[in-house]
């Protein structure tokens, strides 16, 4: 059972990225989903996060208005648009599930029980 996260790279400041994770092993479609991230040197922090129908949405602030994020039932794969991207935006980008089991859709780490990888994304100033 397993998410995999891909479509980091390197960006120049301004720039637009697209992360995909799909999912194996088990169906994803009915838990909520999210991207968290950690940069060099400090905790994993959440990004943005979307709910197993796709209806509700939550964003960090530092993000909202630049990042979104969707999903696609049938694929069983959550993807995060990332528009003007800034150097402060650098970091490893992680991939996660959970089974809705609060019945709302959680913004912690500790929340989560499935996790992809991580895709590296870095922006140059």
């Known amino acids: 059972v397993q998410l995999q996260a891909s479509g980091g790279g390197l960006v120049q400041a301004g720039g637009s990225l697209r992360l995909s994770c799909a999912a194996s092993g088990r169906t994803f479609r009915n838990d909520n989903k999210s991207w968290f991230r950690q940069a060099p040197g400090k905790e994993r922090e959440f990004v943005a996060a979307i709910n197993w129908s796709g209806v509700r949405k939550i964003y960090a602030d530092s993000v909202k208005g630049r990042f979104s994020i969707s999903r696609d039932n049938a694929k069983d794969t959550v993807t995060l648009q990332m528009n003007t991207l800034k150097p402060e935006d650098t970091a490893v980008y992680y991939c996660?599930?959970?089974?809705?089991?609060?019945?709302?859709?959680?913004?912690?780490?500790?929340?989560?029980?499935?996790w992809g990888q991580g895709t590296l994304v870095t922006v140059s100033s």
């Open positions: 996660a599930a959970e089974s809705n089991k609060w019945g709302v859709v959680p913004t912690s780490s500790y929340d989560y029980d499935y």
